[in-house]
T-cell receptor, first 120, second 115 residues
Framework: GAGVSQSPRYKVAKRGQDVALRCDPI?????LFWYQQALGQGPEFLTY????????KSGLPSDRFFAERPEGSVSTLKIQRTQQEDSAVYLC??????????????????FGPGTRLTVL | AQSVTQLDSQVPVFEEAPVELRCNYS??????LFWYVQYPNQGLQLLLK??????LVKGINGFEAEFNKSQTSFHLRKPSVHISDTAEYFC?????????????FGTGTRLTIIP
């Protein structure tokens, strides 16, 4: 496809269940980001991959959150033992190229439509 | 670390009137600045970005923004709004050095166009 896709678009889980959210980045994009957007808030960074390497996971709120990108393409965000405070929209973004500090090497992040997770 | 403040959570504007959405940021390092738009049930779309050079940047859909380093601001403007501009607008910042490309967003401004 032409853009970033995420599945499922909507997920309802009972408290304590495990969930897995999938992100299909734009083909060939090296970098992949996960963000969490709570109701009425801006997105907040969770984690970042370059190819299959997870370079930054400083935003993951607890050890119940785990992300992987084993082949450097599709990524899965897993949340174990979901809690009500995990209810949010989870956004995935991908970016082509290796990027760089210089403005001439900056590459835009392209966002998917998100997965809305509701924990009851 | 960086932070972004969007003081206006909601801005109602009459159709064809001008609009300004305010954004202030805080950072101890040089930054890149962005405005994103989010339509209902859709992902974020980049409106415009400031990386370097001219402080006045133009984006899609007739929007523009001006980077003011002394006031640490990056306000978004449009001279005449249309019904289709109704959406949530997010200001975002990232550190301008390789290895820290994550975006830090403000809380958003909901723009409502009144016919």
């Amino acid at each position: 496809g032409a853009g970033v896709s995420q599945s499922p678009r909507y997920k309802v889980a009972k408290r304590g269940q495990d969930v897995a959210l999938r992100c299909d980045p734009i083909s060939g994009h090296v970098s992949l980001f996960w963000y969490q957007q709570a109701l009425g808030q801006g997105p907040e960074f969770l984690t970042y991959f370059q190819n299959e390497a997870q370079l930054d996971k400083s935003g993951l709120p607890s050890d119940r959150f785990f992300a992987e990108r084993p082949e450097g393409s599709v990524s899965t965000l897993k949340i174990q033992r979901t809690q009500q405070e995990d209810s949010a929209v989870y956004l995935c973004a991908s970016r082509g190229g290796r990027g760089g500090a210089a403005p001439s090497r900056y590459n835009e992040q392209f966002f998917g439509p998100g997965t809305r997770l509701t924990v009851l | 670390a960086q932070s972004v403040t969007q003081l206006d959570s909601q801005v109602p504007v009459f159709e064809e009137a001008p609009v300004e959405l305010r954004c202030n940021y805080s950072s101890s390092v040089s930054v890149y600045l962005f405005w994103y738009v989010q339509y209902p049930n859709q992902g974020l779309q980049l409106l415009l970005k400031y990386l370097s050079g001219s402080t006045l940047v133009k984006g899609i859909n007739g929007f523009e923004a001006e980077f003011n380093k002394s006031q640490t601001s990056f306000h978004l403007r449009k001279p005449s709004v249309h019904i289709s501009d109704t959406a949530e607008y997010f200001c975002a910042v990232s550190a301008a050095w390789f290895g820290n490309e994550k975006l830090t967003f403000g809380t958003g401004t909901r723009l409502t166009i009144i016919p």
